[in-house]
Protein backbone atom coordinates (compact mmCIF):
# COMPACT_ATOMS: atom_id res chain seq x y z
CA UNK A 1 0.00 0.00 0.00
CA UNK A 2 1.17 4.03 -0.33
CA UNK A 3 1.68 5.69 2.75
CA UNK A 4 1.30 9.79 2.95
CA UNK A 5 5.16 11.36 3.32
CA UNK A 6 3.47 13.99 5.99
CA UNK A 7 1.64 12.81 8.96
CA UNK A 8 -1.88 13.95 8.90
CA UNK A 9 -1.81 16.38 11.78
CA UNK A 10 1.74 17.85 11.06
CA UNK A 11 0.21 18.53 6.86
CA UNK A 12 -1.88 20.90 8.53
CA UNK A 13 0.08 23.10 10.35
CA UNK A 14 2.99 23.83 7.77
CA UNK A 15 3.76 27.14 6.05
CA UNK A 16 2.96 26.98 2.37
CA UNK A 17 6.12 26.65 1.39
CA UNK A 18 6.54 23.02 2.76
CA UNK A 19 2.94 22.23 1.53
CA UNK A 20 4.30 23.11 -1.74
CA UNK A 21 6.73 20.63 -1.66
CA UNK A 22 5.46 17.94 0.47
CA UNK A 23 1.48 18.31 0.85
CA UNK A 24 -0.80 15.08 -0.30
CA UNK A 25 2.29 12.77 -1.37
CA UNK A 26 2.21 9.37 -0.85
CA UNK A 27 4.94 6.69 -1.27
CA UNK A 28 4.96 3.48 -2.59
CA UNK A 29 6.37 0.35 -1.56
CA UNK A 30 9.25 0.96 -3.66
CA UNK A 31 10.16 4.41 -1.34
CA UNK A 32 10.58 6.49 -4.25
CA UNK A 33 11.60 10.14 -4.00
CA UNK A 34 9.45 11.84 -6.52
CA UNK A 35 5.53 11.63 -6.96
CA UNK A 36 4.72 8.05 -8.55
CA UNK A 37 2.88 8.30 -11.73
CA UNK A 38 0.64 5.95 -12.13
CA UNK A 39 -0.65 5.93 -15.84
CA UNK A 40 -3.55 3.52 -15.36
CA UNK A 41 -7.15 3.47 -16.45
CA UNK A 42 -8.58 1.16 -14.34
CA UNK A 43 -7.64 -1.10 -11.22
CA UNK A 44 -8.16 -4.84 -10.26
CA UNK A 45 -9.82 -6.71 -7.25
CA UNK A 46 -8.50 -9.87 -5.88
CA UNK A 47 -12.07 -11.53 -5.53
CA UNK A 48 -15.54 -10.95 -7.01
CA UNK A 49 -16.35 -9.58 -3.65
CA UNK A 50 -13.73 -7.41 -3.51
CA UNK A 51 -14.89 -5.70 -6.38
CA UNK A 52 -18.32 -5.85 -5.05
CA UNK A 53 -17.42 -3.90 -1.79
CA UNK A 54 -15.41 -1.44 -3.31
CA UNK A 55 -18.54 -0.20 -5.78
CA UNK A 56 -21.19 -0.74 -2.39
CA UNK A 57 -18.64 1.58 -0.51
CA UNK A 58 -17.48 4.73 -2.82
CA UNK A 59 -14.46 6.39 -2.04
CA UNK A 60 -13.31 2.71 -0.21
CA UNK A 61 -10.40 2.46 -3.00
CA UNK A 62 -9.01 3.43 -6.33
CA UNK A 63 -11.72 2.00 -8.63
CA UNK A 64 -11.38 3.73 -12.02
CA UNK A 65 -9.18 6.98 -13.14
CA UNK A 66 -12.67 8.69 -14.24
CA UNK A 67 -13.67 8.79 -10.62
CA UNK A 68 -10.39 8.80 -9.00
CA UNK A 69 -6.51 8.37 -9.41
CA UNK A 70 -3.50 7.91 -6.96
CA UNK A 71 -1.47 10.44 -9.27
CA UNK A 72 -4.41 13.26 -9.45
CA UNK A 73 -5.54 12.54 -5.59
CA UNK A 74 -1.76 14.01 -4.48
CA UNK A 75 -2.16 16.46 -6.47
CA UNK A 76 -5.95 17.43 -5.38
CA UNK A 77 -4.84 16.78 -1.62
CA UNK A 78 -1.91 19.18 -2.16
CA UNK A 79 -3.88 21.71 -3.75
CA UNK A 80 -6.83 21.45 -0.48
CA UNK A 81 -4.02 21.92 2.24
CA UNK A 82 -2.63 24.69 0.19
CA UNK A 83 -6.12 26.17 0.13
CA UNK A 84 -6.63 25.47 3.77
CA UNK A 85 -10.01 24.05 2.04
CA UNK A 86 -12.03 20.68 3.37
CA UNK A 87 -12.11 18.85 -0.47
CA UNK A 88 -10.51 19.52 -3.90
CA UNK A 89 -11.07 18.02 -7.42
CA UNK A 90 -9.02 17.99 -10.45
CA UNK A 91 -10.17 18.62 -14.06
CA UNK A 92 -8.86 18.37 -17.67
CA UNK A 93 -8.61 21.82 -17.81
CA UNK A 94 -9.95 25.24 -16.24
CA UNK A 95 -12.78 25.61 -18.05
CA UNK A 96 -14.08 22.13 -17.00
CA UNK A 97 -13.83 23.46 -13.31
CA UNK A 98 -15.72 26.48 -14.12
CA UNK A 99 -18.53 24.25 -15.89
CA UNK A 100 -18.93 21.67 -13.40
CA UNK A 101 -18.65 23.93 -10.57
CA UNK A 102 -21.71 25.45 -12.03
CA UNK A 103 -23.44 22.38 -13.50
CA UNK A 104 -23.15 20.34 -10.71
CA UNK A 105 -24.96 22.89 -8.90
CA UNK A 106 -27.76 24.77 -10.78
CA UNK A 107 -31.06 23.58 -12.01
CA UNK A 108 -33.63 25.14 -14.67
CA UNK A 109 -35.46 28.31 -13.02
CA UNK A 110 -32.72 29.37 -10.90
CA UNK A 111 -30.92 32.60 -11.14
CA UNK A 112 -27.30 33.41 -10.97
CA UNK A 113 -25.63 36.47 -10.94
CA UNK A 114 -22.43 37.19 -12.09
CA UNK A 115 -19.67 40.02 -12.54
CA UNK A 116 -19.59 41.05 -16.32
CA UNK A 117 -15.67 40.98 -16.67
CA UNK A 118 -14.51 37.64 -17.01
CA UNK A 119 -12.28 35.40 -18.96
CA UNK A 120 -13.99 35.02 -22.61
CA UNK A 121 -15.01 31.15 -21.94
CA UNK A 122 -16.65 31.75 -18.61
CA UNK A 123 -18.62 34.97 -20.05
CA UNK A 124 -19.61 32.23 -22.79
CA UNK A 125 -20.73 29.62 -20.37
CA UNK A 126 -22.63 32.10 -18.31
CA UNK A 127 -24.56 34.61 -21.29
CA UNK A 128 -25.06 31.66 -23.85
CA UNK A 129 -25.19 28.15 -21.89
CA UNK A 130 -27.08 28.78 -18.77
CA UNK A 131 -29.52 30.68 -20.61
CA UNK A 132 -30.59 27.69 -23.13
CA UNK A 133 -30.92 25.80 -20.06
CA UNK A 134 -33.38 27.88 -18.67
CA UNK A 135 -31.13 29.00 -15.37
CA UNK A 136 -31.72 32.96 -15.61
CA UNK A 137 -28.34 35.34 -15.61
CA UNK A 138 -27.95 38.69 -14.32
CA UNK A 139 -24.42 40.88 -15.50
CA UNK A 140 -23.25 43.30 -12.91
CA UNK A 141 -20.34 45.96 -12.71
CA UNK A 142 -18.68 43.85 -10.27
CA UNK A 143 -16.74 46.47 -8.75
CA UNK A 144 -20.00 48.52 -7.75
CA UNK A 145 -21.54 46.49 -4.49
CA UNK A 146 -24.74 48.28 -4.87
CA UNK A 147 -25.29 46.87 -8.03
CA UNK A 148 -24.83 43.72 -6.52
CA UNK A 149 -27.28 44.23 -3.80
CA UNK A 150 -29.52 44.96 -6.26
CA UNK A 151 -29.02 42.04 -8.71
CA UNK A 152 -29.67 39.37 -5.72
CA UNK A 153 -32.52 41.38 -4.10
CA UNK A 154 -34.22 38.78 -6.28
CA UNK A 155 -32.56 35.61 -4.63
CA UNK A 156 -30.62 33.79 -6.66
CA UNK A 157 -28.57 30.25 -6.50
CA UNK A 158 -25.37 31.45 -7.45
CA UNK A 159 -23.04 34.15 -7.88
CA UNK A 160 -19.98 34.04 -10.08
CA UNK A 161 -16.54 36.13 -10.49
CA UNK A 162 -13.02 36.41 -11.03
CA UNK A 163 -10.97 39.01 -8.88
CA UNK A 164 -8.78 40.51 -9.95
CA UNK A 165 -10.49 40.25 -13.61
CA UNK A 166 -8.89 39.21 -16.87
CA UNK A 167 -7.98 41.89 -18.65
CA UNK A 168 -9.54 45.14 -17.09
CA UNK A 169 -7.94 44.01 -13.06
CA UNK A 170 -11.20 44.92 -11.53
CA UNK A 171 -11.39 44.11 -8.15
CA UNK A 172 -14.23 42.55 -6.38
CA UNK A 173 -14.90 43.04 -2.63
CA UNK A 174 -14.94 39.10 -2.05
CA UNK A 175 -16.51 39.16 1.55
CA UNK A 176 -19.14 41.85 0.84
CA UNK A 177 -20.01 39.79 -2.33
CA UNK A 178 -20.01 36.36 -0.63
CA UNK A 179 -21.90 37.97 2.56
CA UNK A 180 -24.55 39.57 -0.59
CA UNK A 181 -24.70 36.35 -1.47
CA UNK A 182 -25.40 34.35 1.49
CA UNK A 183 -28.47 37.00 2.55
CA UNK A 184 -29.72 35.86 -1.37
CA UNK A 185 -29.48 31.83 -0.35
CA UNK A 186 -26.65 31.56 -3.01
CA UNK A 187 -23.49 30.21 -2.61
CA UNK A 188 -20.41 32.60 -4.41
CA UNK A 189 -18.00 30.78 -6.78
CA UNK A 190 -14.76 32.54 -7.02
CA UNK A 191 -11.97 32.07 -10.29
CA UNK A 192 -9.07 32.76 -8.54
CA UNK A 193 -6.41 32.20 -11.53
CA UNK A 194 -5.30 35.59 -11.33
CA UNK A 195 -4.46 36.15 -7.84
CA UNK A 196 -2.78 32.11 -7.50
CA UNK A 197 -4.00 30.31 -4.78
CA UNK A 198 -0.63 32.27 -2.98
CA UNK A 199 -1.76 35.83 -3.06
CA UNK A 200 -5.76 35.35 -2.20
CA UNK A 201 -7.53 33.00 -0.12
CA UNK A 202 -11.25 33.56 -1.35
CA UNK A 203 -12.62 30.89 1.20
CA UNK A 204 -11.02 32.64 3.92
CA UNK A 205 -12.87 35.50 2.86
CA UNK A 206 -16.34 33.84 2.70
CA UNK A 207 -16.19 32.27 -0.91
CA UNK A 208 -17.98 28.98 -1.20
CA UNK A 209 -15.84 27.23 -3.84
CA UNK A 210 -12.78 28.41 -5.87
CA UNK A 211 -11.96 27.61 -9.26
CA UNK A 212 -8.49 27.18 -10.84
CA UNK A 213 -6.72 26.97 -14.65
CA UNK A 214 -3.59 24.99 -13.64
CA UNK A 215 -3.03 25.56 -16.66
CA UNK A 216 -1.55 28.62 -16.05
CA UNK A 217 0.69 29.68 -12.86
CA UNK A 218 0.58 26.19 -11.23
CA UNK A 219 2.09 24.54 -14.34
CA UNK A 220 3.72 27.50 -15.06
CA UNK A 221 5.75 26.11 -17.72
CA UNK A 222 3.97 26.11 -20.62
CA UNK A 223 3.37 22.06 -20.80
CA UNK A 224 -0.15 21.23 -20.16
CA UNK A 225 -3.58 21.91 -19.17
CA UNK A 226 -5.44 21.11 -16.39
CA UNK A 227 -7.87 22.65 -13.45
CA UNK A 228 -8.90 22.42 -10.56
CA UNK A 229 -12.71 23.29 -7.52
CA UNK A 230 -11.35 23.44 -3.79
CA UNK A 231 -14.89 23.77 -1.43
CA UNK A 232 -16.58 21.76 1.32
CA UNK A 233 -16.47 18.43 1.60
CA UNK A 234 -19.96 18.85 1.21
CA UNK A 235 -20.57 20.77 -2.19
CA UNK A 236 -17.89 18.33 -3.44
CA UNK A 237 -19.41 14.94 -2.25
CA UNK A 238 -22.94 15.64 -3.05
CA UNK A 239 -22.84 18.27 -5.81
CA UNK A 240 -19.72 17.59 -7.67
CA UNK A 241 -19.45 13.82 -6.90
CA UNK A 242 -22.08 12.46 -9.06
CA UNK A 243 -21.80 15.27 -11.62
CA UNK A 244 -17.37 14.58 -11.73
CA UNK A 245 -17.47 10.58 -11.92
CA UNK A 246 -20.35 10.42 -14.36
CA UNK A 247 -19.52 12.84 -16.63
CA UNK A 248 -15.56 12.98 -16.74
CA UNK A 249 -13.86 16.40 -16.76
CA UNK A 250 -11.25 14.27 -14.97
CA UNK A 251 -7.73 15.05 -15.27
CA UNK A 252 -4.96 13.09 -16.80
CA UNK A 253 -2.51 11.35 -14.28
CA UNK A 254 -0.07 12.68 -16.43
CA UNK A 255 -0.98 16.02 -16.36
CA UNK A 256 -1.62 15.47 -12.44
CA UNK A 257 1.93 14.47 -12.13
CA UNK A 258 3.22 17.74 -14.12
CA UNK A 259 1.27 19.86 -11.91
CA UNK A 260 2.77 18.75 -8.94
CA UNK A 261 6.23 19.21 -10.49
CA UNK A 262 4.55 23.02 -10.97
CA UNK A 263 3.46 23.21 -7.58
CA UNK A 264 6.62 22.55 -6.37
CA UNK A 265 8.19 25.66 -7.24
CA UNK A 266 4.87 27.39 -6.93
CA UNK A 267 5.97 29.72 -4.94
CA UNK A 268 9.44 30.80 -5.92
CA UNK A 269 7.66 31.27 -9.30
CA UNK A 270 5.21 33.52 -8.21
CA UNK A 271 7.72 35.83 -6.27
CA UNK A 272 9.82 36.45 -8.84
CA UNK A 273 6.55 37.18 -10.90
CA UNK A 274 5.05 39.88 -9.07
CA UNK A 275 8.49 41.02 -8.51
CA UNK A 276 8.90 41.71 -11.85
CA UNK A 277 5.20 42.97 -12.92
CA UNK A 278 5.62 45.46 -10.32
CA UNK A 279 8.58 46.42 -11.69
CA UNK A 280 7.15 46.43 -15.12
CA UNK A 281 3.84 48.51 -13.88
CA UNK A 282 6.04 51.32 -12.47
CA UNK A 283 8.42 51.62 -15.69
CA UNK A 284 5.54 51.94 -18.15
CA UNK A 285 3.79 54.48 -15.71
CA UNK A 286 6.05 56.98 -16.24
CA UNK A 287 6.81 56.01 -19.72
CA UNK A 288 5.13 58.73 -22.46
CA UNK A 289 3.63 56.18 -24.70
CA UNK A 290 1.63 54.80 -22.00
CA UNK A 291 -1.63 56.45 -21.78
CA UNK A 292 -2.84 54.09 -18.97
CA UNK A 293 -1.25 51.13 -16.59
CA UNK A 294 -3.66 49.11 -14.47
CA UNK A 295 -1.60 47.04 -11.43
CA UNK A 296 -3.46 46.25 -8.48
CA UNK A 297 -0.21 46.60 -6.79
CA UNK A 298 0.06 50.64 -7.31
CA UNK A 299 -1.57 53.11 -5.59
CA UNK A 300 -2.96 54.58 -8.89
CA UNK A 301 -4.76 51.52 -9.40
CA UNK A 302 -8.60 52.61 -8.85
CA UNK A 303 -9.09 50.07 -6.33
CA UNK A 304 -5.80 49.78 -4.79
CA UNK A 305 -7.04 49.64 -0.54
CA UNK A 306 -9.31 47.38 -1.75
CA UNK A 307 -6.56 44.93 -3.38
CA UNK A 308 -4.04 45.49 -0.96
CA UNK A 309 -6.97 44.74 1.80
CA UNK A 310 -7.33 40.80 0.33
CA UNK A 311 -4.42 40.11 -1.51
CA UNK A 312 -1.09 39.50 -0.35
CA UNK A 313 1.20 40.99 -3.61
CA UNK A 314 -0.42 42.48 -6.95
CA UNK A 315 0.12 39.53 -9.22
CA UNK A 316 1.94 38.51 -12.02
CA UNK A 317 -0.27 40.71 -14.89
CA UNK A 318 0.15 44.20 -15.44
CA UNK A 319 -2.68 45.34 -18.03
CA UNK A 320 -1.90 48.93 -20.30
CA UNK A 321 -2.69 50.88 -22.95
CA UNK A 322 -0.28 52.07 -25.66
CA UNK A 323 -0.40 55.20 -26.79
CA UNK A 324 -2.14 55.22 -30.25
CA UNK A 325 -4.94 52.84 -32.17
CA UNK A 326 -4.62 49.62 -32.72
CA UNK A 327 -2.01 49.49 -35.03
CA UNK A 328 0.39 51.42 -32.99
CA UNK A 329 -0.03 49.13 -30.22
CA UNK A 330 0.48 45.79 -32.62
CA UNK A 331 3.86 47.58 -33.86
CA UNK A 332 4.35 47.51 -30.31
CA UNK A 333 3.66 43.94 -30.21
CA UNK A 334 5.35 42.66 -33.08
CA UNK A 335 8.52 44.85 -32.02
CA UNK A 336 9.22 42.92 -29.08
CA UNK A 337 11.99 40.82 -29.53
CA UNK A 338 12.22 38.59 -25.85
CA UNK A 339 8.61 38.34 -24.98
CA UNK A 340 6.58 36.71 -26.88
CA UNK A 341 3.09 37.04 -28.42
CA UNK A 342 0.20 34.43 -27.00
CA UNK A 343 -2.94 34.35 -25.46
CA UNK A 344 -1.43 32.09 -22.39
CA UNK A 345 -0.75 33.49 -19.48
CA UNK A 346 1.02 32.69 -15.83
CA UNK A 347 4.35 31.06 -17.92
CA UNK A 348 7.90 31.13 -17.30
CA UNK A 349 8.28 32.83 -20.33
CA UNK A 350 7.05 36.42 -20.65
CA UNK A 351 3.82 37.20 -22.63
CA UNK A 352 1.97 39.43 -24.28
CA UNK A 353 -1.90 39.26 -25.44
CA UNK A 354 -4.06 41.83 -27.42
CA UNK A 355 -7.21 41.18 -26.10
CA UNK A 356 -9.68 42.64 -27.92
CA UNK A 357 -8.82 40.82 -31.06
CA UNK A 358 -7.85 37.66 -29.05
CA UNK A 359 -9.36 36.30 -25.73
CA UNK A 360 -12.10 38.63 -25.67
CA UNK A 361 -12.74 39.29 -29.61
CA UNK A 362 -16.25 37.24 -29.14
CA UNK A 363 -17.69 39.96 -27.10
CA UNK A 364 -19.41 43.36 -29.23
CA UNK A 365 -17.30 46.06 -29.24
CA UNK A 366 -19.54 48.48 -27.20
CA UNK A 367 -19.12 44.84 -24.31
CA UNK A 368 -15.28 45.02 -24.73
CA UNK A 369 -15.36 49.31 -24.50
CA UNK A 370 -17.81 48.52 -21.43
CA UNK A 371 -15.17 46.51 -19.34
CA UNK A 372 -12.22 48.78 -20.63
CA UNK A 373 -10.79 46.35 -23.19
CA UNK A 374 -10.03 48.71 -26.24
CA UNK A 375 -7.83 47.92 -29.47
CA UNK A 376 -5.04 49.45 -27.66
CA UNK A 377 -4.80 47.47 -24.48
CA UNK A 378 -2.15 44.90 -24.00
CA UNK A 379 -1.79 42.18 -21.10
CA UNK A 380 1.94 41.79 -19.97
CA UNK A 381 1.94 38.25 -17.78
CA UNK A 382 5.24 38.47 -15.97
CA UNK A 383 7.91 35.30 -16.70
CA UNK A 384 11.05 34.54 -14.95
CA UNK A 385 13.61 36.39 -17.51
CA UNK A 386 15.99 38.75 -16.06
CA UNK A 387 14.09 42.29 -15.26
CA UNK A 388 16.65 44.18 -16.84
CA UNK A 389 16.58 42.05 -20.39
CA UNK A 390 12.45 42.00 -20.13
CA UNK A 391 12.74 46.36 -19.70
CA UNK A 392 15.35 46.48 -22.14
CA UNK A 393 12.94 44.75 -25.14
CA UNK A 394 9.63 46.87 -23.58
CA UNK A 395 11.81 50.15 -24.02
CA UNK A 396 13.29 49.39 -27.77
CA UNK A 397 9.57 48.10 -28.68
CA UNK A 398 8.13 51.08 -27.54
CA UNK A 399 10.08 52.89 -29.89
CA UNK A 400 8.12 51.63 -32.44
CA UNK A 401 4.78 53.34 -31.01
C1 LIG B 1 -7.26 30.54 -18.62
C2 LIG B 1 -8.38 30.88 -17.73
C3 LIG B 1 -9.47 30.01 -17.60
C4 LIG B 1 -9.59 28.73 -18.38
O1 LIG B 1 -8.61 27.79 -18.11
P1 LIG B 1 -8.12 26.67 -19.16
O2 LIG B 1 -7.17 25.85 -18.37
O3 LIG B 1 -7.52 27.37 -20.32
O4 LIG B 1 -9.35 25.90 -19.56
C5 LIG B 1 -10.48 30.40 -16.74
N1 LIG B 1 -10.44 31.56 -16.06
C6 LIG B 1 -9.41 32.42 -16.17
C7 LIG B 1 -9.40 33.68 -15.38
C8 LIG B 1 -8.34 32.11 -17.01
O5 LIG B 1 -7.32 32.98 -17.12
Same mark, same amino acid.
Given at each position: ?165 ? +? ?7 ? %?? !? =?????? /? #?? &? $? ?105 ? +? ?7 ? %?? !? =?????? /? #?? &? $? ?83
Amino acid at each position: MTKPILPADLAETLDPATILVRGGATRSPYDETCEALFMTSGFIYDTAAAAEQAFAQEGSRFVYSRYRNPTVAMFEERLRLLEGAEACRATASGMAAVFAALLCRLRAGQRVVSSRALFGSCHYIVADLLPRWGIETVFVDGRDLGAWEAALAGGASLAFCESPSN +PAMEIIDLA %EV !A =RLTHRA /G #GI &L $VVDNVFATPLLQKPLVLGADVVVYSATKHIDGQGRCLGGAIVASEKFIKDDLGPFYRHTGPSLSPFNAWLLLKGLETLELRVERQCRTAAAVACYLESHPKITRVLY +PGLPSHPQF %EL !A =RRQMKQ /G #GS &L $VCFDVAGDKGACFRFLDALRLVDISNNLGDSKSLVTHPATTTHSRLKQEERAELGIGDALVRFSAGLEAESDLLGDIERALKQV
